[in-house]
Structures are given as structure tokens and as C-alpha cells.
């Protein structure tokens, strides 16, 4: 079956400059390398990767929050790359995002009904009667009932206030959705509850999600698809069940070798050393200073990405 492509990235690259003091000279971290991606309406993509991989800085540079060095992002066939002010408005309501610390996210000073009639008010043109009637219809979705709408966001628990950051995303009926490690900051009990929730928003509404999370079992829950992330590269991609049940990558291994609850043999893969910087990436396969499979040529030069629906980035499958 051919999926339709939602977003599709080619080429990009993402670097920035981080200031190293008055004496030494400022460094440039690449964030993103060369990332070729496409995500299918109506499914949940899920990156994977250590802290630092540039998971977070791709999903930023998608929602044009980071300014990218080069490459073409299409959303729905059009570059949003260099998208006029109007067309970025325009662009941000079909496009949301759950974050990570739902207190963090909600203005502690408004009701809840004022945080999520906002954005309907400022991005539509609907009467004070409609904007009501959505924001209550929206509050209900999540499992919330409308006498919430009048309270502020501390007198609600962190599991209520992610629902009520999950109403505001989709207010404006977005199509796609970033979630970045939107469980994460949530006890273990409720955890279980949002990611259902997520999971039936997505199927009722069709929705395509980028789910950004370091949980494993959150992606093999949720995710239809996985994106494994080394050093700002994707170097293996597919679907879940292939990536859990027969990964590819080393990388990837080790990743998933990493959970108990995935891993049933407890044989760990213990990788060499620490991630290396990104501003500082190493020659050939960016893995090769860790990669417990390393041959010669994978010191000086780049591996292809090969296969058709399960793809990888190592010189042991080209
Ligand atoms: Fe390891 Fe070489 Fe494959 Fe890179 S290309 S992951 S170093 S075997």
C-alpha cells in the first residue's frame, strides 16, 4: 500500500553556535545531519535516541522553531522552509505540540477556559457562542468534565493538566502533532492513561503524531513506525515490529538491549565510550568510535542507507 506522505524532510541539516567563553573560539554543534524523512498522514513516527542525538532539534527545525542550515521540508507538498508570516500562522494551526512539563506549558495565571480559547481566538473567526461550545467539547474529549473550564491550572494533577495541554493542542483541529516525551514528566500510574488517550485521539481524528521520547516501551506501545537517531542521523528506520523484533544497526541493538522489559536475555550490549560531541563528529560511520562491529573502512567512509521499507545505515547490510 502506498502511504501518503504528510512531511517529508530531504537533505536537512540543523547547526547552531554555542559560546565558549571569552578566550576560546565559540564551537558549532551539528545537530542534524543530512536527514531524509517522510512521515505518513495518519501515523505516529517515533524517534529514538540518546539524549543529545538532535531528536529534539529535528522536531523543532520541523515545526520551524529552529532556524536550519539547508534542506527542504515539505508539509502537505509545500516547502515551509521560508514561509511568509501569514503562511507560518497558517501553518502553526495545523501543526501543534504537547510538551513535556504540562505545568510548564499552561499559564498559571489563566483559567482553563481562557487557555483554551486563545487560540481560537486569535487564529479564527468564530463567535464568543462557538469558541464556547468548542472549548467544552474539547475539555470533554480528554476526559474532563466543563466545571474544569473555571479553575486554574495548579488545582489540577500533572496527568489532568497534560489532558488539558493535549485540548489545547488540538483546539484548532491540527493534523499533525509533536510530542515531546509527553509522558515522561507524569507518575507511572497515570502514564498508562495519557498514552491511551494519545493513541484514541489519533485514531478517532486521523492524525499524524511525531512522538519524541527516550522510552522504549512508550514507542513499542504507541509508534508505528521508529526512527533511530545517532549523532544528528537516522540511521535505521522502519516498523516497530521489525525494528523490536529483528533489529538491524548496531546502534539500534544496543538501544533496545538497554530495557529489561524488551530484553528477555539480559545479554547487554555495552557500548565503547561516550557519545561524542556533535561538535566535534567523528570521520566515516559517526558510530564506528563505538560500534563493537567496526571494520576499517568504516573509519573513513560514510555508509548508504539501504533497504525499502526496513532501511539502514551500516556497512555490514550494503
Ligand atoms: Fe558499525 Fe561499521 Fe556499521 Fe558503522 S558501518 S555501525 S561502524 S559496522
Redesign the pocket.
Known amino acids: 500500500m502506498v502511504m501518503e506522505n504528510l512531511i517529508e524532510i530531504k537533505n536537512l541539516f540543523v547547526e547552531y553556535k554555542t559560546k565558549n567563553g571569552i578566550l576560546s573560539q565559540d564551537k558549532i554543534i551539528h545537530a542534524v545531519n543530512n536527514v531524509n524523512l517522510d512521515i505518513h498522514k495518519g501515523e505516529i513516527l517515533a524517534i529514538a535516541g540518546e539524549s543529545g542525538c538532535g531528536k529534539s532539534t529535528l522536531a523543532k527545525a520541523i515545526l520551524q522553531l529552529e532556524r536550519v542550515k539547508s534542506g527542504e521540508i515539505f508539509f502537505k507538498s509545500k516547502n515551509i522552509i521560508k514561509l511568509s508570516k501569514d503562511e507560518l500562522k497558517s501553518f502553526r494551526c495545523q501543526a501543534q505540540m504537547i510538551f513535556q512539563n504540562p505545568y510548564a506549558s499552561l499559564n498559571p495565571k489563566m483559567k482553563i477556559f481562557d487557555i483554551l480559547k486563545e487560540p481560537l481566538e486569535i487564529n479564527t473567526k468564530f463567535s464568543r457562542k462557538e469558541i464556547s461550545d468548542i472549548v467544552k467539547e474539547k475539555i470533554k474529549l480528554v476526559g474532563l468534565d466543563e466545571s474544569c473550564l473555571k479553575l486554574f491550572p495548579h488545582e489540577f494533577s500533572g496527568g489532568q493538566r497534560q489532558r488539558i495541554a493535549i485540548a489545547r493542542a488540538l483546539i484548532i483541529n491540527p493534523e499533525f502533532i509533536l510530542a515531546d516525551e509527553p509522558v515522561s514528566a507524569l507518575d507511572v500510574s497515570i502514564q498508562a492513561q495519557v498514552i491511551n488517550l494519545l493513541k484514541e485521539l489519533k485514531e478517532k481524528y486521523n492524525l499524524t503524531f511525531l512522538l519524541i521520547t527516550h522510552d522504549m516501551s512508550v514507542i513499542r506501545y504507541l509508534a508505528d513506525r521508529i526512527a533511530v537517531m545517532y549523532l544528528g542521523e537516522i540511521v535505521e528506520i522502519g516498523k516497530t515490529e521489525d525494528i523490536f523484533n529483528s533489529p538491524l ?3 539500534t541493538k544496543a538501544l533496545l538491549s538497554s530495557v529489561p522489559e524488551i530484553n528477555k536475555t539480559n545479554k547487554k550490549v555495552i557500548l565503547k565510550g561516550d557519545l561524542p560531541s556533535p561538535a566535534d563528529l567523528p570521520q566515516g ?1 559517526k ?2 568510535t563505538r ?1 563493537p ?3 576499517e573502512k ?1 573509519k573513513h567512509s560514510i ?1 548508504q542507507e539501504t533497504g525499502a521499507n526496513h532501511k539502514v545505515k ?3 547490510f550494503s
Do not use: I, Q, S
Open positions: 544497526h548496531p546502534y560511520c558510530f564506528h560500534c562491529y567496526v571494520m568504516c555508509p551500516c556497512f555490514l
